[in-house]
């Protein structure tokens, strides 16, 4: 940044170089017309001296009007670049604000939501009457679509700070179509609606982040379903290579519905945030508006782009471009299924809850009932470091939002102790933004999210607690 105090040494000494300069120039300037002069005795001589001082004088005038209109510029770019010092500090104030608010109403949203699933997850096995079971099944489904609200919300806030991790590796695209395919299968079949998956069963091994694109495409698929009350459903896909670079291939993806559509007026704001469409019921089409805002930035995010096109005879398709893909000759190894965990498959333990919340430890207690444990609980820090103290406690499961004192603060307490330093310790926490997710994994063993179901919480504690070990 240049500084006015910075210009005035330099200035003044080119000031005065000039002024040297002009003193020597003028000084010709009077010999010159005192020589001329005698050459031409008609001429007077006071008349071109006074012309040459006004000459003088306005030159000075001149030089004294461009200083002060540098001085008057290099003070209004001073203040617009305290101006803009100024604003950025606002914006990044808020942006900080609106992170913690992001941070704090996910961790409020999930908190409840992981006991409402968790207790539904268990009730789901002691209810057997049909009626009930449906009424459990509203509440799981209600609560998924709230769950679902508060992702798309995180997302898109990821997006808005440009801080999409990308995780490219080599994929087997049919394999990840199949399972879209089988994933939607019974919402279409519910619906009465045909569901078509036209995939090349020789397509190539392409590398990209099969969570994006998997997002992307179930965002699109669910849209559909949505939009479709009668006709069908089809995923298309295309892959495209050229001869001159056969390392490298392009994925075209179109998801093409035979519903409503969507009216010309609304085209262009498709694809904003928060955006429906004009005169939508939303009792019968609910929904956030930021399903295909957040796709169409994340395909963004991998070079790529999603485009909207009315279909001929009514109907939308909506199609993904991901150019430029490169191509791989190994076919990836499919990951294996997770195994559930059966009785027995854990070993007697002492196992420490470190939780303020109620409802969380009552879930807790019911999810570890059935195993060999010993639960005690703790509700704070203080608590938890006298019944270590007390105990030889096997394993921790601790909450980061504690009072007092933070799970990660705690855990770093405890790691400090050479007493107690081997103890596993796994965080739960409702507060997943990406900041959050790594300090978890750095002052952690393990990391649980909320909402959890049983069977993560068993698979998240078996390599610690394991009959194997």
Known sequence: MIRPKDIYLPFFAVLLWVGFYLLFKQLDLFESIHLYSKGHEDLDLDELVVVAAVFSFVLASYMIFRWSALKTELKARHAAEQNAKHARKIAEDANRAKSDFLSNISHEIRNPLNSILGFVQLLEDEVHDKQHQEYLSIVKDSSNVLLSLINDILDLSKIESQRIDLHPTAVDLLSVFKKLQLMFQVAFDQKGLDWEVCVPSDGPCLTLDPAILRQILTNLISNALKFTDTGKVSLVVEYNKTEDKPEVASLKVQVVDTGMGIAEADRERVFESFRQQRGQDLTKYPGSGLGLAISKN??????????????????????????????????????????????????????????????????LDAFLSKEPFEVYHSMNGADALQVIEAVQID????????????????????????????????GISASVMESDLKAYEAGFDSFIPKPFNQQELLSAVKPFLGNNL
């Open 298 to 363: 994340l395909a963004q995010a991998m070079s790529g782009n999603i485009t909207y096109y009315p279909k001929g005879s009514g109907g939308s398709v909506f199609q993904l471009d991901l150019p430029d893909l490169p191509v791989t000759l190994s076919v990836p190894q499919s990951q294996p299924e997770p195994i559930k965990i059966a009785q027995r498959d854990l070993r007697d333990a002492h196992v420490l809850v470190v939780e303020d919340d109620e409802l969380t430890r009552k879930l």
């Open 395 to 426: 394993l921790i499961l601790m909450d980061n939002y504690l009072p007092m004192i933070t799970g990660l603060e705690l855990a770093q307490k405890i790691k400090s102790d050479a007493r107690f330093t081997k103890i596993p310790i796994i």
